[in-house]
Protein backbone atom coordinates (compact mmCIF):
# COMPACT_ATOMS: atom_id res chain seq x y z
CA UNK A 1 0.00 0.00 0.00
CA UNK A 2 1.30 3.70 -0.44
CA UNK A 3 1.75 5.53 2.63
CA UNK A 4 2.91 9.08 3.63
CA UNK A 5 5.31 8.85 6.48
CA UNK A 6 4.84 12.67 8.29
CA UNK A 7 7.95 13.93 10.31
CA UNK A 8 8.46 17.00 11.47
CA UNK A 9 10.04 19.03 9.00
CA UNK A 10 9.67 15.79 6.09
CA UNK A 11 7.30 14.05 4.14
CA UNK A 12 8.29 10.63 2.86
CA UNK A 13 6.04 8.51 0.33
CA UNK A 14 6.63 5.31 0.73
CA UNK A 15 5.08 1.82 -0.31
CA UNK A 16 4.76 -0.53 2.62
CA UNK A 17 3.13 -3.82 3.52
CA UNK A 18 0.61 -2.71 5.60
CA UNK A 19 -0.81 0.22 7.97
CA UNK A 20 2.38 1.80 9.86
CA UNK A 21 1.74 2.83 13.73
CA UNK A 22 3.58 6.26 14.90
CA UNK A 23 5.83 5.72 18.09
CA UNK A 24 6.92 8.42 20.50
CA UNK A 25 10.14 8.25 17.74
CA UNK A 26 9.35 7.06 15.01
CA UNK A 27 7.18 4.73 13.20
CA UNK A 28 6.58 0.72 13.27
CA UNK A 29 5.97 -0.85 10.03
CA UNK A 30 4.56 -4.55 9.42
CA UNK A 31 7.08 -6.92 8.04
CA UNK A 32 7.14 -6.96 4.10
CA UNK A 33 9.19 -4.52 1.65
CA UNK A 34 9.43 -1.16 2.40
CA UNK A 35 10.55 1.32 -0.14
CA UNK A 36 10.61 5.17 1.10
CA UNK A 37 11.02 7.93 -1.40
CA UNK A 38 13.68 10.31 0.08
CA UNK A 39 14.30 13.74 -1.26
CA UNK A 40 18.39 14.26 -0.75
CA UNK A 41 19.18 12.75 -4.12
CA UNK A 42 22.42 11.94 -5.10
CA UNK A 43 24.06 13.87 -2.95
CA UNK A 44 23.01 11.91 -0.08
CA UNK A 45 24.98 9.84 2.33
CA UNK A 46 24.02 6.24 2.79
CA UNK A 47 24.89 4.20 6.11
CA UNK A 48 25.80 1.06 5.35
CA UNK A 49 25.76 -1.61 8.10
CA UNK A 50 27.58 -5.08 8.05
CA UNK A 51 25.92 -8.49 8.53
CA UNK A 52 28.82 -9.59 11.37
CA UNK A 53 31.62 -8.23 13.49
CA UNK A 54 34.22 -8.39 10.38
CA UNK A 55 31.83 -6.95 7.91
CA UNK A 56 32.23 -3.45 6.33
CA UNK A 57 30.17 -0.59 7.85
CA UNK A 58 30.76 3.15 7.24
CA UNK A 59 29.23 6.21 5.81
CA UNK A 60 29.48 7.16 1.61
CA UNK A 61 27.83 9.05 -0.62
CA UNK A 62 25.06 7.38 -2.73
CA UNK A 63 26.78 8.71 -6.24
CA UNK A 64 30.06 7.26 -5.02
CA UNK A 65 31.41 4.10 -4.11
CA UNK A 66 29.49 0.92 -2.40
CA UNK A 67 31.36 -0.09 0.79
CA UNK A 68 31.77 -3.85 1.22
CA UNK A 69 33.90 -6.79 -0.02
CA UNK A 70 35.09 -6.40 -3.52
CA UNK A 71 36.43 -9.57 -6.25
CA UNK A 72 36.76 -11.83 -3.43
CA UNK A 73 34.13 -14.43 -2.95
CA UNK A 74 36.15 -16.69 -0.18
CA UNK A 75 36.04 -13.25 2.01
CA UNK A 76 32.83 -12.59 1.25
CA UNK A 77 31.65 -15.96 2.54
CA UNK A 78 33.53 -15.61 5.72
CA UNK A 79 32.79 -11.70 6.20
CA UNK A 80 29.83 -10.33 5.42
CA UNK A 81 26.23 -12.04 4.26
CA UNK A 82 27.13 -13.47 0.91
CA UNK A 83 23.96 -14.53 -0.24
CA UNK A 84 22.93 -10.99 0.20
CA UNK A 85 25.39 -8.51 -1.03
CA UNK A 86 25.40 -6.49 -3.60
CA UNK A 87 28.50 -5.03 -5.03
CA UNK A 88 27.69 -2.71 -7.40
CA UNK A 89 24.76 -1.16 -5.45
CA UNK A 90 24.45 0.32 -1.35
CA UNK A 91 23.17 -2.36 0.07
CA UNK A 92 23.93 -3.34 4.02
CA UNK A 93 21.92 -5.71 6.94
CA UNK A 94 19.51 -5.01 9.14
CA UNK A 95 19.61 -1.38 9.53
CA UNK A 96 20.38 1.70 7.27
CA UNK A 97 20.25 5.28 6.34
CA UNK A 98 20.38 8.07 4.28
CA UNK A 99 21.30 11.72 5.71
CA UNK A 100 20.56 14.70 3.21
CA UNK A 101 22.95 17.53 2.95
CA UNK A 102 20.83 19.59 5.73
CA UNK A 103 22.00 16.82 8.30
CA UNK A 104 18.68 15.30 8.80
CA UNK A 105 18.89 11.20 8.42
CA UNK A 106 16.38 8.99 7.68
CA UNK A 107 16.27 5.11 8.90
CA UNK A 108 15.23 2.03 8.95
CA UNK A 109 15.89 -0.81 10.98
CA UNK A 110 14.55 -4.76 11.25
CA UNK A 111 13.15 -5.54 14.63
CA UNK A 112 13.31 -9.39 13.91
CA UNK A 113 15.74 -11.70 13.00
CA UNK A 114 14.45 -12.42 8.78
CA UNK A 115 17.82 -11.76 7.33
CA UNK A 116 16.82 -8.22 6.90
CA UNK A 117 18.51 -6.04 3.93
CA UNK A 118 18.66 -2.29 3.61
CA UNK A 119 19.58 -0.51 0.96
CA UNK A 120 19.81 2.97 -1.04
CA UNK A 121 20.08 4.89 -4.21
CA UNK A 122 19.30 8.78 -4.90
CA UNK A 123 15.72 8.10 -4.42
CA UNK A 124 14.94 5.59 -2.82
CA UNK A 125 15.72 3.78 0.82
CA UNK A 126 14.29 0.28 0.44
CA UNK A 127 14.31 -2.57 3.07
CA UNK A 128 12.85 -6.42 2.38
CA UNK A 129 14.05 -9.23 4.58
CA UNK A 130 14.67 -13.27 3.62
CA UNK A 131 12.07 -14.03 5.86
CA UNK A 132 9.33 -11.57 5.96
CA UNK A 133 8.56 -12.45 9.69
CA UNK A 134 10.42 -8.76 10.75
CA UNK A 135 8.82 -5.35 11.31
CA UNK A 136 10.44 -2.18 10.31
CA UNK A 137 11.08 0.44 12.91
CA UNK A 138 11.29 3.88 10.51
CA UNK A 139 12.57 7.11 11.89
CA UNK A 140 13.88 10.60 10.75
CA UNK A 141 15.57 13.24 12.63
CA UNK A 142 19.26 14.23 14.08
CA UNK A 143 21.66 11.13 13.10
CA UNK A 144 22.38 9.97 16.90
CA UNK A 145 18.92 9.94 17.69
CA UNK A 146 17.40 8.02 15.22
CA UNK A 147 20.30 4.91 15.54
CA UNK A 148 19.96 5.54 19.58
CA UNK A 149 16.32 5.08 18.93
CA UNK A 150 16.32 1.77 16.99
CA UNK A 151 18.60 0.77 19.18
CA UNK A 152 16.23 0.93 21.65
CA UNK A 153 13.49 -0.53 19.54
CA UNK A 154 15.76 -3.68 18.96
CA UNK A 155 16.62 -4.34 22.73
CA UNK A 156 13.04 -4.07 23.64
CA UNK A 157 12.42 -7.05 21.68
CA UNK A 158 15.74 -9.27 22.00
CA UNK A 159 17.00 -7.92 25.43
CA UNK A 160 20.21 -6.47 27.11
CA UNK A 161 22.62 -7.85 28.96
CA UNK A 162 24.33 -5.93 31.66
CA UNK A 163 27.11 -7.96 32.48
CA UNK A 164 30.65 -5.86 32.11
CA UNK A 165 33.76 -7.47 31.05
CA UNK A 166 35.85 -5.08 32.52
CA UNK A 167 39.79 -5.28 31.24
CA UNK A 168 41.24 -8.03 28.96
CA UNK A 169 44.44 -9.23 28.25
CA UNK A 170 44.20 -11.43 24.67
CA UNK A 171 46.76 -13.43 23.45
CA UNK A 172 46.15 -13.13 20.46
CA UNK A 173 47.64 -9.85 18.87
CA UNK A 174 51.21 -10.56 20.09
CA UNK A 175 51.43 -14.45 20.00
CA UNK A 176 48.85 -15.39 17.31
CA UNK A 177 48.35 -18.93 17.32
CA UNK A 178 51.99 -20.04 18.88
CA UNK A 179 50.76 -20.25 22.51
CA UNK A 180 51.74 -23.21 25.03
CA UNK A 181 50.65 -23.58 28.66
CA UNK A 182 54.56 -22.90 29.51
CA UNK A 183 54.16 -19.73 27.70
CA UNK A 184 50.85 -18.43 29.05
CA UNK A 185 52.01 -19.25 32.34
CA UNK A 186 54.83 -16.82 31.93
CA UNK A 187 52.56 -14.40 30.20
CA UNK A 188 50.09 -14.21 33.33
CA UNK A 189 52.73 -14.15 35.77
CA UNK A 190 54.39 -10.83 34.19
CA UNK A 191 51.23 -9.42 33.61
CA UNK A 192 50.13 -9.78 37.69
CA UNK A 193 49.43 -6.44 39.67
CA UNK A 194 48.09 -4.72 35.71
CA UNK A 195 44.73 -3.59 35.90
CA UNK A 196 43.48 -6.74 34.07
CA UNK A 197 40.43 -8.43 34.90
CA UNK A 198 40.20 -11.00 32.16
CA UNK A 199 43.50 -13.10 30.82
CA UNK A 200 41.78 -14.32 27.56
CA UNK A 201 43.58 -17.26 25.55
CA UNK A 202 42.91 -17.23 21.94
CA UNK A 203 42.97 -19.58 19.29
CA UNK A 204 46.11 -22.17 19.33
CA UNK A 205 45.03 -24.26 22.58
CA UNK A 206 43.23 -27.04 21.04
CA UNK A 207 44.77 -30.07 18.75
CA UNK A 208 42.33 -28.54 15.65
CA UNK A 209 39.64 -26.22 14.81
CA UNK A 210 36.33 -28.28 15.99
CA UNK A 211 38.11 -29.98 18.65
CA UNK A 212 37.72 -28.65 22.25
CA UNK A 213 40.27 -30.23 24.00
CA UNK A 214 43.27 -29.62 25.32
CA UNK A 215 46.15 -29.74 22.37
CA UNK A 216 50.16 -30.91 22.21
CA UNK A 217 51.30 -27.58 23.46
CA UNK A 218 48.65 -28.04 27.06
CA UNK A 219 49.91 -31.57 28.56
CA UNK A 220 48.52 -30.45 31.57
CA UNK A 221 44.98 -29.80 29.97
CA UNK A 222 43.10 -26.58 30.28
CA UNK A 223 41.91 -26.75 34.00
CA UNK A 224 45.56 -26.62 34.61
CA UNK A 225 46.08 -23.14 33.06
CA UNK A 226 42.59 -21.94 34.05
CA UNK A 227 44.38 -22.86 37.32
CA UNK A 228 47.46 -20.98 36.40
CA UNK A 229 46.10 -17.72 35.31
CA UNK A 230 43.58 -17.33 38.49
CA UNK A 231 46.64 -18.06 40.63
CA UNK A 232 47.67 -14.38 39.21
CA UNK A 233 44.72 -12.84 39.92
CA UNK A 234 42.79 -13.03 36.53
CA UNK A 235 39.41 -14.50 35.78
CA UNK A 236 40.40 -17.60 33.05
CA UNK A 237 39.29 -16.61 29.34
CA UNK A 238 39.41 -18.72 26.43
CA UNK A 239 38.75 -18.65 22.66
CA UNK A 240 36.44 -20.96 20.94
CA UNK A 241 34.71 -21.02 17.54
CA UNK A 242 32.24 -24.12 18.41
CA UNK A 243 30.16 -24.11 15.57
CA UNK A 244 32.63 -24.58 12.72
CA UNK A 245 34.71 -27.85 11.86
CA UNK A 246 38.05 -27.78 10.23
CA UNK A 247 37.53 -30.71 7.25
CA UNK A 248 39.69 -32.83 9.55
CA UNK A 249 38.07 -32.49 13.05
CA UNK A 250 36.81 -35.29 14.57
CA UNK A 251 33.43 -34.14 14.28
CA UNK A 252 33.76 -33.54 10.63
CA UNK A 253 35.47 -36.87 9.84
CA UNK A 254 33.56 -39.04 11.73
CA UNK A 255 29.51 -37.61 11.93
CA UNK A 256 29.44 -35.88 8.26
CA UNK A 257 25.90 -35.88 9.14
CA UNK A 258 25.76 -33.53 11.54
CA UNK A 259 27.14 -30.89 9.55
CA UNK A 260 25.09 -27.96 7.78
CA UNK A 261 24.65 -29.37 3.93
CA UNK A 262 24.64 -28.10 0.53
CA UNK A 263 22.28 -29.11 -2.34
CA UNK A 264 24.61 -32.11 -3.36
CA UNK A 265 23.49 -33.26 -0.17
CA UNK A 266 27.36 -32.97 0.95
CA UNK A 267 29.13 -30.34 4.21
CA UNK A 268 28.44 -27.36 2.82
CA UNK A 269 31.60 -25.14 2.74
CA UNK A 270 30.67 -21.61 5.11
CA UNK A 271 34.13 -20.33 5.50
CA UNK A 272 37.89 -20.10 5.15
CA UNK A 273 40.79 -19.54 7.57
CA UNK A 274 43.53 -21.65 8.74
CA UNK A 275 44.50 -22.38 4.93
CA UNK A 276 41.57 -24.10 4.37
CA UNK A 277 37.36 -24.38 4.15
CA UNK A 278 35.71 -25.60 7.06
CA UNK A 279 31.98 -26.29 8.22
CA UNK A 280 29.22 -25.54 10.14
CA UNK A 281 27.59 -27.56 12.69
CA UNK A 282 23.76 -28.51 12.25
CA UNK A 283 22.52 -26.81 15.71
CA UNK A 284 18.68 -28.00 14.93
CA UNK A 285 20.24 -31.79 15.63
CA UNK A 286 19.53 -32.91 18.43
CA UNK A 287 23.16 -34.40 19.00
CA UNK A 288 25.18 -31.28 18.26
CA UNK A 289 22.73 -30.05 20.81
CA UNK A 290 24.08 -32.76 23.19
CA UNK A 291 27.83 -32.01 21.39
CA UNK A 292 27.42 -28.44 22.43
CA UNK A 293 26.05 -29.05 26.05
CA UNK A 294 29.35 -31.56 26.55
CA UNK A 295 31.41 -28.84 25.20
CA UNK A 296 30.20 -25.36 27.25
CA UNK A 297 30.02 -28.18 30.62
CA UNK A 298 33.58 -29.32 29.82
CA UNK A 299 35.15 -25.54 29.47
CA UNK A 300 33.32 -23.99 32.23
CA UNK A 301 33.79 -27.08 34.68
CA UNK A 302 38.07 -26.47 33.79
CA UNK A 303 37.42 -22.94 35.23
CA UNK A 304 36.82 -20.79 32.27
CA UNK A 305 34.08 -17.99 32.59
CA UNK A 306 34.88 -15.67 30.51
CA UNK A 307 34.35 -17.19 26.10
CA UNK A 308 35.01 -15.31 23.09
CA UNK A 309 33.39 -17.47 20.90
CA UNK A 310 34.33 -16.83 17.43
CA UNK A 311 33.16 -17.43 13.43
CA UNK A 312 29.67 -17.90 15.00
CA UNK A 313 27.90 -16.69 11.70
CA UNK A 314 28.44 -19.67 10.50
CA UNK A 315 25.72 -20.46 12.85
CA UNK A 316 23.65 -18.35 10.57
CA UNK A 317 24.34 -19.70 7.13
CA UNK A 318 22.22 -21.19 4.57
CA UNK A 319 21.74 -24.60 3.53
CA UNK A 320 20.32 -27.71 4.37
CA UNK A 321 19.52 -28.64 8.05
CA UNK A 322 17.67 -31.28 10.10
CA UNK A 323 14.63 -28.84 10.44
CA UNK A 324 13.89 -25.87 7.78
CA UNK A 325 14.17 -22.75 9.52
CA UNK A 326 14.96 -19.24 8.92
CA UNK A 327 18.82 -18.85 8.94
CA UNK A 328 18.68 -16.12 11.59
CA UNK A 329 16.13 -17.56 14.04
CA UNK A 330 18.57 -21.20 13.64
CA UNK A 331 21.39 -19.06 15.13
CA UNK A 332 19.36 -17.34 17.67
CA UNK A 333 18.18 -20.93 18.63
CA UNK A 334 21.80 -21.93 18.77
CA UNK A 335 23.07 -19.41 20.91
CA UNK A 336 20.29 -19.62 23.44
CA UNK A 337 21.31 -22.82 23.79
CA UNK A 338 24.83 -22.06 24.79
CA UNK A 339 23.56 -19.04 27.46
CA UNK A 340 21.13 -21.52 29.13
CA UNK A 341 24.17 -24.46 29.20
CA UNK A 342 26.85 -21.56 30.61
CA UNK A 343 24.11 -19.80 33.02
CA UNK A 344 24.17 -15.93 33.35
CA UNK A 345 27.44 -15.29 35.27
CA UNK A 346 29.52 -16.53 32.39
CA UNK A 347 30.38 -13.62 30.40
CA UNK A 348 30.06 -14.51 26.12
CA UNK A 349 31.89 -11.96 23.85
CA UNK A 350 31.00 -12.70 19.96
CA UNK A 351 33.36 -12.26 17.31
CA UNK A 352 32.46 -12.93 13.68
CA UNK A 353 28.62 -13.07 14.98
CA UNK A 354 25.72 -11.59 12.96
CA UNK A 355 25.21 -8.59 14.90
CA UNK A 356 21.14 -7.84 15.34
CA UNK A 357 20.40 -11.94 16.17
CA UNK A 358 23.36 -11.34 19.07
CA UNK A 359 21.54 -9.16 20.83
CA UNK A 360 19.98 -9.88 24.37
CA UNK A 361 22.54 -13.22 24.56
CA UNK A 362 26.08 -12.00 23.86
CA UNK A 363 26.92 -10.06 26.68
CA UNK A 364 29.58 -7.66 24.72
CA UNK A 365 30.07 -8.23 20.41
CA UNK A 366 33.40 -7.58 17.94
CA UNK A 367 32.74 -4.37 16.25
CA UNK A 368 35.21 -4.60 13.78
CA UNK A 369 37.85 -6.55 11.32
CA UNK A 370 41.05 -7.63 13.53
CA UNK A 371 43.09 -5.03 13.88
CA UNK A 372 47.10 -5.74 13.68
CA UNK A 373 50.33 -4.01 14.23
CA UNK A 374 49.96 -1.98 10.98
CA UNK A 375 47.64 0.72 9.64
CA UNK A 376 46.87 -0.16 6.40
CA UNK A 377 46.46 -3.60 5.23
CA UNK A 378 49.06 -3.99 2.18
CA UNK A 379 48.26 -7.42 1.18
CA UNK A 380 44.41 -6.57 0.46
CA UNK A 381 44.22 -3.08 -0.65
CA UNK A 382 41.07 -1.72 -0.58
CA UNK A 383 39.70 -4.94 1.53
CA UNK A 384 37.56 -3.19 4.35
CA UNK A 385 37.57 -6.55 6.30
CA UNK A 386 41.26 -7.00 6.26
CA UNK A 387 43.10 -7.47 9.25
CA UNK A 388 45.00 -3.90 9.86
CA UNK A 389 44.31 -0.98 12.52
CA UNK A 390 42.86 1.65 10.27
CA UNK A 391 40.11 -1.31 8.94
CA UNK A 392 39.27 -1.81 12.69
CA UNK A 393 39.18 1.59 14.04
CA UNK A 394 37.02 2.39 10.99
CA UNK A 395 34.08 0.05 11.25
CA UNK A 396 34.86 0.39 15.05
CA UNK A 397 33.45 4.06 15.49
CA UNK A 398 31.11 3.84 12.50
CA UNK A 399 29.07 1.28 15.28
CA UNK A 400 29.44 3.34 18.51
CA UNK A 401 25.72 3.86 18.46
CA UNK A 402 25.70 -0.53 19.30
CA UNK A 403 26.54 0.13 22.68
CA UNK A 404 23.03 0.69 23.63
CA UNK A 405 22.70 -3.08 22.44
CA UNK A 406 25.75 -5.11 24.11
CA UNK A 407 29.27 -4.06 25.32
CA UNK A 408 31.21 -3.14 21.97
CA UNK A 409 34.51 -4.50 21.48
CA UNK A 410 37.00 -2.48 19.47
CA UNK A 411 39.23 -5.47 19.32
CA UNK A 412 42.97 -4.66 20.89
CA UNK A 413 45.08 -1.34 21.40
CA UNK A 414 48.99 -1.63 21.77
CA UNK A 415 51.34 -0.07 23.96
CA UNK A 416 54.61 -1.62 22.23
CA UNK A 417 56.76 0.24 19.96
CA UNK A 418 58.72 -2.81 19.04
CA UNK A 419 57.01 -5.11 16.75
CA UNK A 420 54.82 -2.98 16.05
CA UNK A 421 54.78 -0.44 12.45
CA UNK A 422 51.85 1.56 13.96
CA UNK A 423 53.48 5.14 15.28
CA UNK A 424 52.49 6.83 18.58
CA UNK A 425 49.52 8.66 16.44
CA UNK A 426 47.92 5.56 15.55
CA UNK A 427 48.37 3.78 18.47
CA UNK A 428 46.70 6.77 20.28
CA UNK A 429 43.86 6.54 17.92
CA UNK A 430 43.26 2.94 18.95
CA UNK A 431 43.48 3.86 22.68
CA UNK A 432 40.63 6.55 21.97
CA UNK A 433 38.49 4.28 20.26
CA UNK A 434 38.53 1.94 22.91
CA UNK A 435 38.13 4.17 25.53
CA UNK A 436 35.17 6.30 23.30
CA UNK A 437 33.49 2.77 22.98
CA UNK A 438 34.09 1.92 27.03
CA UNK A 439 35.95 -1.43 25.83
CA UNK A 440 39.67 -1.80 27.23
CA UNK A 441 41.65 -4.83 25.87
CA UNK A 442 45.50 -5.20 25.28
CA UNK A 443 47.77 -8.17 23.49
CA UNK A 444 51.29 -6.68 24.59
CA UNK A 445 53.18 -9.01 26.68
CA UNK A 446 54.70 -6.96 29.48
CA UNK A 447 58.30 -8.66 28.49
CA UNK A 448 57.70 -6.73 24.99
CA UNK A 449 57.65 -3.05 26.56
CA UNK A 450 59.39 -0.39 27.76
CA UNK A 451 59.26 0.82 30.94
CA UNK A 452 57.74 3.77 29.74
CA UNK A 453 54.99 1.71 27.82
CA UNK A 454 54.51 -0.13 30.96
CA UNK A 455 53.16 2.48 33.08
CA UNK A 456 51.57 3.81 29.80
CA UNK A 457 49.43 0.53 29.47
CA UNK A 458 48.91 0.13 33.74
CA UNK A 459 47.64 3.81 33.36
CA UNK A 460 44.82 3.27 30.11
CA UNK A 461 44.02 0.22 31.49
CA UNK A 462 43.12 1.16 34.90
CA UNK A 463 41.49 4.28 34.03
CA UNK A 464 37.72 5.26 33.28
CA UNK A 465 36.60 8.08 31.23
CA UNK A 466 33.28 10.02 30.69
CA UNK A 467 32.26 9.91 27.15
CA UNK A 468 29.78 12.42 25.65
CA UNK A 469 29.28 11.85 21.42
CA UNK A 470 29.96 15.52 19.93
CA UNK A 471 29.68 14.20 15.91
CA UNK A 472 29.86 11.80 13.79
CA UNK A 473 33.50 10.76 15.04
CA UNK A 474 34.12 13.59 17.49
CA UNK A 475 33.65 12.96 21.06
CA UNK A 476 34.55 14.56 24.58
CA UNK A 477 36.36 12.01 26.92
CA UNK A 478 36.22 13.38 29.98
CA UNK A 479 37.39 17.15 29.12
CA UNK A 480 39.54 16.58 26.00
CA UNK A 481 37.99 16.43 22.60
CA UNK A 482 38.62 13.33 20.62
CA UNK A 483 38.25 13.74 16.72
CA UNK A 484 38.68 10.64 15.07
CA UNK A 485 37.57 11.86 11.86
CA UNK A 486 41.06 12.27 9.90
CA UNK A 487 41.72 8.46 11.13
CA UNK A 488 38.00 6.93 9.19
C1 LIG B 1 41.82 -16.57 15.90
C2 LIG B 1 41.34 -15.22 15.41
C3 LIG B 1 41.25 -14.18 16.54
C4 LIG B 1 40.63 -12.92 16.03
C5 LIG B 1 39.29 -13.20 15.39
C6 LIG B 1 39.45 -14.24 14.30
O1 LIG B 1 37.35 -12.33 7.89
N1 LIG B 1 38.03 -13.32 8.14
O2 LIG B 1 38.27 -14.19 7.30
C7 LIG B 1 38.59 -13.44 9.44
C8 LIG B 1 39.31 -14.56 9.79
C9 LIG B 1 39.86 -14.65 11.06
C10 LIG B 1 39.67 -13.66 11.97
C11 LIG B 1 38.96 -12.54 11.62
C12 LIG B 1 38.40 -12.43 10.35
O3 LIG B 1 40.24 -13.74 13.23
O4 LIG B 1 38.69 -12.05 14.88
O5 LIG B 1 40.47 -11.97 17.07
O6 LIG B 1 40.48 -14.68 17.60
O7 LIG B 1 40.07 -15.41 14.81
O8 LIG B 1 41.97 -17.45 14.84
Not at 67 to 84: F, M, Q, V
Not at 324 to 346: F, K, S
Not at 441 to 470: I, K
Request: charged share 25%; with cysteine.
Amino acid sequence: MQFTFEFDGLRVPANVSGAPRRTADGWIVPAGPVALLHPFGAAAEFYRHGWNSWSPSGWTRVDGDTIGIKDSPERLLTADDAANETPHAHSGSAVGAVTGPDGGTLLVGALGLGTPRVGADGNVLWARSEHDDAEWFVAYGAEQDVFAAYADRVTERLGRRSARAGTVWSSWYSYYEDITEDRIARAAADLEGYPVDVFQMDDGWEPVVGDWTAGPDFPSGMAATARTVARHGFRPGIWLAPLIALPGSTIATERPDLLVAGDDGRPLVTGHNWGSHYHSLDTTHPEVLDHLRGVFDRITADGYSYLKLDFMYAGAVGGHRHVDLPREQVYRRAIEHVRTTVGDDVYLLGCGVPMIPSVGVFDGARVGPDVAPFWDNAERVGDPSGEGARNALVSSVNRVWMRRLYEVDPDSVYFRSGRNLLGPDERGALQDTAAVLGFRSTSDPVDWLRPEERAEAADWLGGTAVVEQLGRYVFRVDDRVVDLTPYV
